[in-house]
């Protein structure tokens, strides 16, 4: 295989997976509240990182539309890791891992967000 075709499948490969979990922050109601019981945040606290991930998802499409028109489609590997990153640094607060601090879960959820955006 020449390395075009190599570079399309992965392009591919990274795409599907972009595009099965761009979308997810909208889902964060459904474990926000153990999320909040766990690490003991307040509902005000809650509600910002669900807005964050709004946040980032709405900001991020000016962002990514301009990076597509002017250098190209090359989105899928950055959005495919930076939504990895994100929900994973949020399971390990959850877990008790990392610090438990709203503003960093806030920023978890942001990152998801923007990658969101970027996949889309």
Do not use: H
């Not at 766990?38 to 709405?58: E, M, W």
């Not at 939504?83 to 990392?98: D, M, V």
């Amino acid at each position: 295989m020449n390395s075009r075709v190599i570079k399309l499948v992965l392009s591919f490969l990274a795409a599907l997976l972009i595009s099965s979990v761009c979308g997810t922050q909208y889902l964060f109601s459904a474990y926000s509240t153990s999320l909040a019981e766990r690490l003991d945040f307040s509902s005000i606290q809650i509600n910002t990182i669900g807005s964050a991930a709004n946040y980032g998802v709405y900001l991020g499409k000016p962002l990514f539309g301009y990076i597509a028109d002017n250098f190209g489609g090359k989105r899928p590997f950055f959005a495919s890791f930076i939504i990895f990153i994100g929900y994973f640094c949020l399971a390990l607060t959850y877990e008790g891992n990392l610090n438990p601090s709203f503003l960093l879960c806030a920023l978890y959820m942001f990152m998801a967000g923007m990658a969101s955006a970027a996949g889309k």
